[in-house]
Every structure is written in C-alpha cells, then in structure tokens.
C-alpha cells in the first residue's frame, strides 16, 4: 500500500481529518505475554512491515473513534446514517474488506440504513449508496492505478474509509528522528498472534501521545491501529482492526459492480489528474506546512455551505461547521474544529487548515499565504 501525500489532501472531509488523525495510528491488542513468539527489535519489525507482500485479503474491520468532536447532525431524513464516510469521524463502524491486487479492492461500510461501498477494479472506480440509492462512477488514469507496488497491501485511490492497513502506512510515513520508536510484547489479534511496535512523537506540540500498531507474526500485515491523545488516559481516541481476516485471494466477481435498476448514476472525470479533479470538486490543490508529527495540511476552495441537492455527507458537513465557534486574527476569521488529535480551521476565506496540532499551530499556518 502506498498512500501518498496528494491522495490524503484530494479527500478533505472526511478523509482529511481522517488522515490527520491517522497520521499515527496503531493496534489494540488482546494482552498475551505467553504467545510462543520469537523476540524481534522494533528496527526488524519496520522492515517487515516495509517488506510484507501478500497477494489477497478479506475480512471484517471495526473502526471505534472517540475524537471529541461535536454531536453530528442526523441526514435529511432526521435518523442517524452510520453507513455515510462522514459519519465515521465518531462512533463505531464495522466495515467488510476485500483485496486482490493493486488493481482490485473493496471496502463496504455497513450501516443500520444500508451501506456504501468503494469498488476499485482496474479503471472503474465507484462509490455507491444503497440508502440514497445513487452511484458516483470514476475512470481511474493509469498512474491512479499503479500508484502501489504489485503484492503490497491495499491502496487507497477513491476516498475509502481507513482500513488498518492504510492507517499504518501513514504512520509509517510519519517516522523520522521526531520519532520514538519501540516494541511492547506480543498478543492476538483476530485470533492471530501479532507483535506490538509503538510510535511515539518526540515533539510535544502533537496532540498525539502514542500509535500502536498490531504487526501479524505470519504475514507482517497491521492487523489493528490505535492512537492515544497525549492529553488524557482515558484509552484510544482513534482505533480500526480485524475482528476476522483471510489471507485468501478473493473472487473477481466480488469487485465487479453494475448499478441496480432506478439508481442515479453521476459520471466523473479521470481521476489521477490533479488539475480536473480538484477543479470538478472545486477544492484546489493544497499545501502542507511544518514536518513529522506536527505537519499542517492546507486546501483551497472548501465552503461551509452545501446545497439541498448535495450528498448527505455535504449537508452534514455543512450543519457541523455551521455550529462551530467563530474565531478571527491577523490571519482573518473563520470557524474552529477542536478535539482530542484533530485541529481544523476552515477560514471565511475558503480555506481548510488541519492538523494533529493546537490552534496556535493552526492559527500561525493560516498566516501563510
């Protein structure tokens, strides 16, 4: 799997946050000190995971976020949608996984309404929504495509929720001598025995306290990630894992996707194309300012309101933002999002500012022009 930077910022909301918050993010494990496993350092246990191939994958996925964040508005229909990607910045999700090959996978959300499902099958990228009945189809360039090493671990080129797999890469990405890295035992996870490195930032301006990642003694595949706030002990604010998985390559026909009769159908422009992208969405490209565990992400073009015959997750994410305190400097003013690992500023100017930082750091990016 290789989540680049440009692929995080092409998602701002909810992906965005996700990414800030999973720029550290690891395992919760079952405690398990008598597992029969061979020791390993935390330098041969980044070289597995850097190294680990595996050629298919299916299984279940639970994501429990506890970030703090404000209440989120309920859809239209006035009941909660947990099967929308922006409801998944808080609560507990269970999402089913499939994976064959850089060219094939599939995420499916599952939700009390119904449920939405990402499907990446070579060119044909689609995200579809059984509760509104709409499907949004895209045409993947090749570089979208190819953009992950042949055997590696999913990749992520439509705007997925975070699987453990994805989640670790960008916590991986974030090491670097800001980094403390260790190991703490071993334990199962998904009734696999797995290894535990523990991340942590050196900078103390991170809201970030610790990740932990459930390393798969067999496969070196993450099996679980979890993120603890620095602030608090309260346990994870951030957490995605297996509850079951299978190393078997699954069928082709579980990526081929034809919407039902009825269903709206949206068509959109290659993707992998930075500039008809961004313009389609109207988000232009962004910017990152600051390095390691205290980076700010910055995008362009990002408005507060949303139209009635916007997606539920527009909408949704327009009511919130609507909610939030209003705040202002020598930067300008706008509306402030604080949690537990999260600070998003978006700007009256069509700015969107986040990071796993404070408001001071948000506040000095937001200078920046």
């Given at each position: 799997m290789r989540t680049t930077r440009s692929q995080v910022l092409r998602w701002a909301v909810p992906g965005l946050v996700a990414a800030a918050v999973a720029v550290a993010a690891s395992g919760m494990l079952t405690a398990d000190a008598t597992a029969p496993l061979p020791p390993k350092t935390a330098a041969q246990l980044l070289v597995d995971l850097q190294n680990a191939r595996i050629d298919g994958l299916s299984g279940t996925v639970v994501q429990n976020s506890d970030l703090g964040l404000p209440t989120l508005p309920t859809n239209a229909a006035g009941h909660g949608d947990n099967a929308s990607l922006f409801s998944m910045l808080g609560g507990s999700h269970t999402l089913r996984v499939w994976y064959a090959g850089p060219d094939k996978q599939r995420v499916a959300l599952l939700g009390s309404l119904g449920e939405t499902d990402i499907v990446h099958n070579g060119q044909d990228g689609w995200v579809w929504s059984s509760a509104e009945n709409t499907a949004t189809h895209y045409r993947l360039s090749p570089r979208t495509r190819n953009g992950t090493d042949r055997g590696k671990s999913p990749a992520a080129p439509l705007p997925t929720p975070l699987t453990p797999q994805q989640a670790a890469e960008q916590a991986l990405a974030a090491i670097s001598p800001t980094t403390s890295v260790s190991t703490d035992g071993t334990g199962t996870v998904a009734g696999r025995s797995v290894y535990e490195l523990v991340l942590a930032p050196k900078d103390t301006r991170s809201l970030i306290g610790q990740v932990r990642l459930a390393v798969d003694a067999e496969t070196s595949v993450p099996l679980r990630v979890q993120v603890f706030p620095q602030t608090t002990s309260d346990g994870p604010a951030f957490e995605v894992g297996f509850t079951r998985v299978s190393f078997g390559r699954p069928a082709d026909d579980q990526f081929r996707f034809s919407p039902p009769p009825g269903a709206k159908v949206q068509e959109n422009p290659v993707m992998g194309d930075e500039q008809s992208s961004h313009t389609t969405q109207g988000v232009q490209p962004g910017a990152l300012i600051g390095t390691g565990w205290t980076t700010v992400a910055v995008l362009r073009g990002v408005s507060a309101t949303s139209s009635e015959n916007g997606s539920s997750d527009a909408r949704q994410l327009a009511a919130i933002l609507s909610r939030l305190p209003q705040v202002s400097g020598s930067w300008g003013s706008g509306r402030l999002l604080t949690s537990k690992l999260v600070t998003?500023?978006?700007?009256?100017?069509?700015?969107?500012?986040?990071?796993?930082?404070?408001?001071?750091?948000?506040?000095?990016?937001?200078?920046?022009?």
């Open positions: 998003a500023l978006l700007t009256d100017d069509g700015r969107l500012i986040v990071g796993a930082v404070s408001p001071e750091l948000i506040y000095a990016a937001a200078g920046h022009r």
